[in-house]
């Protein structure tokens, strides 16, 4: 049973290309399935999220992380009474528009874009792949999903201008969008925070002591296993502090999030979407203590020394990539080449890269690199 407030499928504003309705699939749960099947997905295996290959093949990469935000935006849906499908397809769509190298992928390819009076965000770059870049039905470019997918897309974590963005306009930009997409915000930081947590002690880039100190949340759960379970290995008794903070977070904003539906005396989808401020989040406390986790994650983990290689590493190799495909335009694939027919170069460039996996830019930056050296030896 759907509340009152979440969205029903039979309420889709529907799709930019009608289409007939499936005869057991309801639309999200068609977005759900086209996303899964779209090229952009299958590649975000080979993103890298905090850590590239060289750690280790068992920690999270864009694809698991999606996982891990559906599964919990499932649960949290599910407990809300909201739109489950809807709530999964936005989700695994959240960060389809990543380019390669994770934080430091997005940051260099925003600054060569400023530099062509242009700029880079995962958002727009995902609805951009939805809606042009992946080829799979004969009568329309792109995915043609519904407009909740769309307008979650672009408004699960930004809220976007009509002055700024008034190609944007279509998607009701002074609405608060619905619960659904509220949501994935908060379950892509409840995922990451425990997530970056869990690979970075494997890691043994974050210590047992660092973390028990400067994240208090998880040192009280930390406390109650050792007494609890003394003589365990700290590899346990750290899985068994960290699920009580998953479990803490996701249980913390399923309450909060309904005590405030109470309060603003919510009835309708329409109330969600004109209510001045965003309803799904969390508590006083808990907010305090995910700030806690996200501030010593990104001191002790994402701005740490040790990262600090592979980041220089990932810039020099998407600038190399981006300087060679501008001065040298022929050498994109086909496609791109008839697209800078009617785009702005560095649009293209940038699309191009932002859709490669970590491999393929690397192998490129090689072939490039090589294509230079001959061009050298022939002039
Ligand atoms: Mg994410």
Do not use: W
């Not at 006083?284 to 220089?312: I, T």
Request: charged content about 30%; aromatic content about 8%.
């Amino acid at each position: 049973m759907l509340a009152p407030y979440a969205v029903h499928p039979e309420h889709s504003r529907g799709r930019r290309y009608s289409e007939p309705p499936h005869p057991y699939r309801n639309p999200f749960q068609r977005d759900r399935d086209r996303v899964i099947h779209a090229r952009a997905f299958r590649r975000l295996e080979n993103k890298t999220q905090v850590f590239t290959r060289r750690y280790s093949d068992h920690f999270r990469t864009r694809l698991t992380h999606t996982m891990e935000v559906a599964q919990i935006s499932r649960t949290i849906a599910a407990q809300l009474d909201l739109n489950v499908d809807l709530a999964e397809a936005l989700a695994l769509v959240h960060d389809i528009g990543h380019p390669p190298f994770g934080h430091a992928g997005e940051r260099t390819l925003d600054l060569r874009m400023r530099q062509h009076g242009e700029f880079f965000d995962h958002n727009l770059q995902a609805l951009r792949t939805v809606e042009d870049m992946e080829l799979r039905y004969v009568e329309f470019r792109g995915l043609n999903l519904t407009f909740e997918v769309r307008e979650g897309i672009i408004k699960h974590s930004h809220d976007y201008t009509a002055a700024e963005h008034p190609e944007l306009a279509e998607y009701f930009l002074e609405q608060r969008p619905p619960l659904e997409a509220q949501l994935i915000d908060l379950t892509d930081e409840i995922a990451y925070s425990a997530a970056d947590l869990d690979d970075g002690f494997e890691a043994r880039l974050l210590r047992l002591p660092e973390i028990r100190k400067h994240v208090p949340v998880f040192e009280r759960y930390f406390v109650e296993v050792e007494k609890q379970f003394p003589a365990a290995p700290d590899k346990l008794k750290f899985n068994e502090a960290l699920k009580g903070v998953l479990n803490r977070f996701v249980t913390d904003l399923i309450d909060n999030t309904r005590a405030r539906l109470q309060s603003a005396g919510v009835k309708t989808l329409d109330d969600i979407r004109n209510y001045p401020e965003r309803l799904a989040g969390f508590s006083f406390d808990v907010e305090r203590e995910r700030r806690e986790v996200k501030g010593f994650l990104s001191q002790a983990l994402y701005n740490s020394k040790e990262l600090e290689p592979e980041k220089r590493q990932a810039e020099k190799i998407i600038n190399d990539v981006f300087t060679h495909l501008m001065e040298h335009p022929d050498r994109l694939p086909h496609a791109y080449q008839q697209r800078a027919a009617d785009e702005k170069l560095a649009r293209v460039v940038c699309d191009y890269i932002a859709g490669m996996t970590d491999h393929y830019i690397e192998d490129l930056r090689k072939k490039l690199a090589t294509a230079k050296k001959s061009d050298a030896a022939s002039q």
